[in-house]
């Protein structure tokens, strides 16, 4: 079944870097899109970013454009999220899948950026 492990979060000042991974098995990694998704405390999971499958092409929600890099290893079924000059705003449960999604979600990982 489909396995999404999400780690690298952690708790930074406003203006700090966090890298982000995400392990994925159960599914044939290479061929899919993958994307990363943010849910903040009381308001609906977005999309940050997603990387098609070669990693060629990548696209960002423009609250996030220049300042995260989306990137991925399809030999280590590894997707990565450069995330730079943090702002409280990012401040969310990081997710990471397919893109469509599938149903089957990580634990997440914490991001929290303090002023």
């Known amino acids: 079944q489909v396995q999404l492990v999400e780690s690298g979060g952690g708790l930074v000042q406003a203006g700090g870097s966090l890298r982000l991974s995400c392990a994925a098995s159960g599914f044939t990694f290479s061929f899919n899109t993958m994307g990363w998704y943010r849910q903040a405390p009381g308001k609906r999971r977005e999309l940050v970013a997603r990387?098609?499958?070669?990693?060629?092409?990548?696209t960002y929600a423009d609250s996030v454009k220049g300042r995260f890099t989306i990137s991925r290893d399809n030999a280590k079924n590894t997707v990565y999220l450069q995330m730079n000059s943090l702002k409280r705003e990012d401040t969310a449960v990081y997710y990471c899948n397919t893109y469509p999604t599938t149903d089957s979600w990580g634990q997440g990982t914490q991001v929290t950026v303090s002023s």
């Open positions: 990387i098609w499958s070669s990693g060629g092409t990548t």
